[in-house]
């Protein structure tokens, strides 16, 4: 257990080491902590600080710098945050995906690091559907989802059909399958299509196909903004291998998910520090994330990756106020 001078020195340490991202010398420590300290005590314990983990020397220098635990025991028992500077933003009710990416674009630019959404995971098939007919055996089939997306998919189909059958298919399937689960759809879908009219048949099992494959393409969508803010980031534009570890990542997307979606497990924002355990794979990445919601139900992750040598207390307040935004766009959209 630390005690509350070695706390003091350690805090003092990382808030300096983040802000300057210079070794934090004993000379430094002395001024930064405000303590009346010899140097010789001062190194004493930045000494056992460095055997319990929670400082390094790198190379030659004669200062510290924060480890991964070193960082963690700071966000955990030393971090204070300030009510939030960022109330003024605002994110006006739209299309879902026109949110999403709007908020991705926030979290970058306010924190000048990358901004990361997972789109919401849909759960239904169409929220109403129309059918147009564009020439012989060639529809449009145009599908609103319950948040308010559209999607058109243009489909072919072996038999021609005129604009008042596809009317009529519309109207049958906007009164009787309107909101349900995709499985239900199916599921239904075999015990009714013997008793249906040939082309009401045919219509509603291309309208559910176009619209598995419309939610397959958009579900657990990534958006990702801000990727070239990390080349002004001095943490990585000096090591041209922490950089590449980073855009890999970035083009990873289902892993990115993986690590989003361990985050959203979480209630409130959660910090993970790379090095630290399995979620982030690399030592030189933080990630600071927060689930978000639709009418008090998570659907999705949101959150900032940048150095773990990031300012985690402006962090907090910039993935917490985007994640209550978010929510309350979304949940005013309808």
């Known amino acids: 257990m630390l005690d509350d001078r070695s706390k003091l020195l350690l805090k003092a340490l990382v ?4 802000a300057d991202g210079q070794p934090v010398g004993s000379r430094t420590l002395s001024r930064a902590s405000g303590l009346e300290l010899s140097p010789a005590t001062i190194r004493n314990v ?14 030659t220098s004669a200062g510290r710098i924060p480890t991964a635990r070193g960082y963690r025991l700071f966000v955990d028992t030393m971090l204070t945050v300030q009510p939030s500077q960022y109330g003024s933003h605002v994110l006006a009710p739209d299309q879902p995906q026109k949110v999403i990416s709007n908020a991705a674009n926030l979290l970058s ?42 999607q058109n998919r243009v489909i ?7 604009q008042a059958q596809l009317v009529e298919a519309a109207n049958f399937l906007n009164s009787h399958y309107v909101g349900l689960d995709i499985e239900n759809v ?51 534009s000096s090591d041209m291998g922490h950089l590449r570890r980073a855009f ?42 927060s689930p978000y919601e639709v009418d008090g139900k998570v659907v999705g992750t949101l959150g900032v990756i940048g150095p773990t040598r990031m300012a985690y207390d402006r962090m907090i307040q910039i993935v917490d106020i985007t994640s209550k935004l978010v929510s309350n766009a979304l949940s005013h959209h309808k």
């Not at 808030?15 to 983040?18: D, G, N, T």
């Not at 989003?260 to 990445?285: C, K, N, T, W």
């Open 46 to 59: 930045m000494s056992d600080l460095e055997e319990m983990g929670l400082i390094v020397s790198p190379h």
């Open 186 to 236: 199916r599921e239904r879908l075999q015990g009714e299509v013997e008793s249906l009219r040939t082309e009401i048949a045919t219509l509603m099992q291309a309208a559910v196909t176009v619209s598995s494959e419309a939610i397959t393409e958009t579900q657990d969508e990534v958006i990702i903004s801000g990727e070239r803010n990390l080349l002004s980031v001095s943490d990585f």
């Open 156 to 162: 072919f189909t072996e038999l021609d059909y005129s």
């Open 248 to 289: 890999e990542l970035f083009e990873q997307k289902a892993q990115l998910m993986r690590l989003m979606d361990i985050a959203g497990q979480a209630e409130g924002v959660r910090i993970f520090i790379g090095g630290e355990s399995q979620v982030v794979p690399f030592e030189d990445l933080s990630i600071v994330s």
């Open 15 to 18: 808030e300096r080491y983040i």
């Open 109 to 150: 630019n306010l924190s000048q690091f990358v901004g990361v959404v997972i789109a919401p995971r849909r759960t239904s098939v169409f929220r109403h559907i129309e059918f147009l007919r564009l020439s012989e055996r060639r529809l449009l089939v145009i599908i609103v989802s319950p948040d308010g997306d559209v």
